[in-house]
């Protein structure tokens, strides 16, 4: 008897681990953001993936390569499920949004992204932020840079330089805040993950050809 307890709290102590480790990430309020974000939408369906389920390890280093770091820490274990929201206008698919989780500088940073089909940046949202400089970093004008940017375009920035290779559209991103740099150049990550992931899981990998391409030419 004393040997199941001890089996059943050591299963539930695991299960309690997973669960701290797979930090995923909703929008707060799904039917207003969703008609926030996307003004024209008449409803939006949901999807939770997660790189475990789809790929393994394999898929994580493989998104590790077009992310240019490592996954790391409570927000990017493999097990994360993440939340994919399809929109819709009647029964026509016009967009997606989707948020991750990111390590700031005092706490955890939600970016969410609006794109439309194509892959294309139509709204940038900080559901979440603990910085002295969040208002700042949620002001309209710091998040209408990210608008009609792409995964393409990130593929240029280099996450462990912080500049884009050559200085393009990402460059031309006015930091609102440069005592706070640090958050800056971490949530310039989150957009690029969302990007990748977003890519991966809603878009068909429409933008990997661009990836390997830029690796070709770096190579060259």
Do not use: W
């Not at 389920?53 to 390569?65: C, M, V, Y």
């Not at 994919?84 to 206008?89: Q, S, V």
Request: net charge positive.
């Amino acid at each position: 008897m004393r040997m199941r307890y001890i089996f059943f709290s050591m299963v539930l102590l695991f299960s309690a681990v997973r669960l701290r480790a797979a930090v995923g990430c909703d929008l707060n309020d799904p039917d207003r953001d969703v008609k926030r974000l996307f003004p024209g939408s008449t409803g939006y369906k949901t999807e939770y993936v997660s790189i475990a389920k789809k790929g393994g390890e394999q898929l994580l280093r493989q998104i590790e390569a077009r992310l240019g770091d490592s996954f790391k820490g409570l927000y990017e274990n493999i097990d994360v499920p993440y939340t994919m929201y399809r929109i819709y206008k009647n029964q026509e698919l016009i967009g997606f949004i989707h948020g991750v989780n990111q390590k700031g500088r005092y706490g955890g940073i939600q970016v969410f992204l609006a794109l439309d089909t194509k892959g294309n940046i139509l709204a940038f949202y900080i559901q979440k932020l603990t910085s002295r400089d969040a208002a700042k970093f949620r002001d309209g004008q710091f998040g209408r840079q990210f608008v009609g940017l792409t995964l393409r375009d990130f593929y240029r920035y280099d996450l462990s330089t912080g500049k884009e290779t050559p200085s393009a559209s990402i460059s031309r991103i006015n930091n609102p805040a440069p005592e706070s740099v640090d958050d800056f150049n971490m949530i310039l990550r989150a957009v690029k993950k969302n990007l990748i992931l977003t890519d991966e899981f809603l878009l068909g990998n429409q933008y990997l050809p661009y990836f390997n391409s830029s690796r070709s030419t770096n190579h060259d």
